[in-house]
């Protein structure tokens, strides 16, 4: 059973990368994809790059050249504050459940609902996954824009009080997938939280700080959906 693994930047594959043996590399459609094994799963890894096209043509390309059986987004994301259960800086997030926050297709559609797609794609993942993976679950919110100004977070919240992360990515794969009818699991680790002090600042000083480890929980997730 292969698995595809697919992460925005160069930085997060930097990180993820380390964690495969047996790598070998296959270009396609602009795309580099990496084939190998995490412990004893059979992996092809990507860099997709930031945004929703980016992310929805890398995601069909994998989908298409290699046919896995479950895909995974990994990387970084946002958090969305301090309240009870939602993610802080550093600690790793299981998506239950991925929406857009920058799509309306007009009257009779709901906002965040993709024509044709549900409002709300699911994570087919047993109810105590995260606990088991060490991992904060919840609502996260994807569009095309890097969040970072308190305004932003609050028209997301608007539209989704539960939000726990943002991304620019998630939505956009996990559409794919509904598309192409290949399970979708998202597991990010959160980077800083827009509107709590200097967020970018929070984001650059991350790859410093941010240890392999973080992103080696990768090699947890695919144990347990084996």
């Not at 680790?189 to 941010?210: H, K, L, M, R």
Request: some cysteine; hydrophobic content about 40%.
């Amino acid at each position: 059973m292969k698995t595809g693994i697919i992460v925005a930047m160069e930085k997060e594959l930097a990180l993820l990368l380390p964690n495969m043996e047996d790598c070998s590399h296959t270009s396609v459609n602009g795309f580099t994809f990496h084939s190998g094994r995490i412990g004893t799963r059979e992996v092809v890894v990507m860099q997709c790059g930031i945004g929703k096209v980016n992310a929805a043509v890398g995601a069909l390309t994998l989908i298409d050249t290699f046919h896995p059986s479950i895909v995974i987004n990994t990387g970084v994301a946002g958090g969305t504050g301090h309240d009870e259960g939602k993610p802080g800086i550093g600690e790793l997030f299981l998506a239950r459940e991925i929406a857009y926050h920058d799509v309306w297709c007009g009257p009779g559609t709901e906002r965040g609902e993709a024509a044709g797609c549900p409002a709300r794609f699911s994570c087919p993942l047993p109810e105590d996954f995260g606990a088991r993976l060490g991992a904060k679950e919840g609502l996260l919110a994807s569009g095309d824009i890097f969040v970072s100004e308190p305004d932003d977070l609050a028209r997301i919240k608007a539209l989704y009080p539960e939000v726990a992360a943002v991304d620019m990515e998630s939505a956009a794969i996990a559409q794919v997938c509904h598309l192409k009818d290949v399970p979708f699991v998202c597991m990010r680790v959160i980077s800083d939280t827009p509107g709590d002090g200097d967020n970018i600042s929070q984001y650059e000083n991350f790859w410093t700080d941010a240890p392999a480890r973080t992103f080696a929980a990768i090699r947890s997730l695919l144990q347990l959906i084996s």
